[in-house]
């Protein structure tokens, strides 16, 4: 039996989280474990992966910026204006030290599930997608279409769905961080 049990985790989520984001890491779970089957990556691992992603999302800002600050957890100036982009770092360190997850590769798609990063992992990939196309999603622009490309074009839809965040943002008030668009530059380069 592989550990942490998924029965545990996706308990201790259902406590953790709101209604509604608990329905949201379902979502992503199955819909991870779908394109892992899809692309060859580990079951268990997209699965725990997805399960885990947001699980420093229904914290206060001050509790994430508490738990980066007290583990030495650089802080960016973005991230320390907009701590809601604080929960993938937040939520990496409580996978591993509450949840007791110890795959790297696991802890870097939940470290890496917002912005991206170059060269991602393919586990880091099918999580970024997941989270973008699970069924619970309505309001982004294209997701019919996207839904399609990520089972026949991963680094396709990798691309748009960055697109279409960064085309979002830029419409917003909100700061982009530096490593979303970082992340783009290197998958259009990829091209
Ligand atoms: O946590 P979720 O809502 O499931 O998804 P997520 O972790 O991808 O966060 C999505 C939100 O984060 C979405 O509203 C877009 C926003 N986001 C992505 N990149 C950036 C960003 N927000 C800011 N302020 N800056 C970014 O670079
Ligand atoms: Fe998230
Ligand atoms: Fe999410």
Redo the contacts with the bound molecule.
């Keep these: 039996m592989k550990t942490p049990e998924l029965k545990k985790i996706r308990k201790a989520m259902e406590k953790e989280l709101d209604h509604k984001r608990y329905e949201?890491t379902v979502g992503v779970e199955y819909t991870a474990a779908a394109l892992a089957m899809r692309y060859g990556a580990g079951l268990y691992e997209a699965r725990l992966a997805g399960l885990l992603h947001?699980c420093a999302?229904c914290i206060s800002d001050e509790k994430r910026i508490v738990i980066c600050e007290k583990h030495h957890i650089p802080i960016s100036d973005v991230e320390r204006r907009?701590p809601s982009?604080l929960?993938?770092k937040a939520g990496a360190y409580l996978a591993e030290k509450e949840y007791g997850v110890k795959d790297p590769d696991v802890l870097h798609a939940i470290l890496y599930?917002?912005?991206g990063r170059p060269g991602m992992s393919l586990l880091e990939k099918i999580i970024f997608v997941a989270?973008y196309i699970e069924p619970g999603r309505d309001r982004a622009p294209g997701l019919q279409e996207i839904r399609v490309l990520a089972f026949t074009d991963l680094d396709g839809a990798l691309r748009r769905i960055l697109e279409d965040?960064l085309h979002?943002?830029e419409g917003r008030p909100?700061?982009?961080?530096p490593m979303?668009r970082t992340t783009m530059q290197y998958y259009r380069q990829e091209e």
Excluded: F, W
């Design positions: 949201h947001d999302k907009n982009l929960h993938p599930h917002t912005t989270d965040t979002y943002l909100e700061e982009i961080d979303t």
